[in-house]
Nanobody, 114 residues
Framework: QLMLEESGGGMVQSGGSLNLSCTLS????????IGWFRQAPGKEREGISC???????YYADSVKGRFTISRDNAKKTVSLQMNSLKPEDTAVYYC????????WGQGTQVTVSS
């Protein structure tokens, strides 16, 4: 079964950068489309980016031009490079399959100070 683990969160000032990683593990691993989601305090979880098996990437308007998603199939990881961070980016960030989701993990906290 596919398992996902997020890492790389932290606290930065407005305008700073972070690089999040989603590590895939389990048995019978194939090539999966992977998305990044986030949930801010008091708000619903939202999808912000995803990458397909053929490296097509998609972004929500709120992060387009600032975030870049990529994958390393040899390492079975999907990264989210986050630049020009804003306070409104503060949230817990999760990775999951955008089409057939598995159980949500703990996520990784991103905090951006104004």
């Amino acid at each position: 079964q596919l398992m996902l683990e997020e890492s790389g969160g932290g606290m930065v000032q407005s305008g700073g950068s972070l690089n999040l990683s989603c590590t895939l593990s389990g048995t019978n691993l194939g090539y999966y489309a992977i998305g990044w989601f986030r949930q801010a305090p008091g708000k619903e979880r939202e999808g912000i980016s995803c990458i397909t098996n053929d490296d097509q990437s998609y972004y929500a308007d709120s992060v387009k031009g600032r975030f870049t998603i990529s994958r390393d199939n040899a390492k079975k990881t999907v990264s989210l490079q986050m630049n020009s961070l804003k306070p409104e980016d503060t949230a817990v960030y999760y990775c999951n399959r955008p089409n057939v989701m598995v159980s949500w993990g703990q996520g990784t906290q991103v905090t951006v100070s104004s």
